[in-house]
């Protein structure tokens, strides 16, 4: 099975300074321009599937504004 992963933003964190988003190797972070923080900022956010759980974009927030989960993906209805 491919591996999967997918993030949690902490929004009281998250500056949307767009570090993550250049360094994910996937491609698959961008800010959220509908959305805006208590502090008023775009949070990011995954805009696509295909997040592999890798933890670059974690590793290079600056705030720590980033929890990385990894596992399997398990398909819907099996
Ligand atoms: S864990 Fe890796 S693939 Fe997933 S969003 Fe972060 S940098 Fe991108
Ligand atoms: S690197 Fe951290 S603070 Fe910057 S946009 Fe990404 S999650 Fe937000």
Redesign the pocket.
């Known amino acids: 099975m491919p591996v999967s992963?997918?993030?949690e933003v902490s929004e009281k964190y998250c500056k949307g300074c767009d570090l993550?988003t250049h360094?994910?190797?996937?491609?698959?972070?961008s800010l959220d321009l509908a959305r805006l923080t208590p502090k008023g900022y775009h949070p990011v956010h995954?805009h696509a599937e295909?997040?592999?759980?890798?933890?670059?974009?974690?590793v290079v927030c600056p705030e720590a504004a980033?929890t990385?989960f990894?596992g399997e993906k398990i398909m819907a209805g099996v």
């Open positions: 992963g997918w993030i993550c360094a994910c190797p996937q491609n698959v972070m995954l295909g997040c592999t759980g890798c933890a670059v974009c974690a980033l990385v990894r």
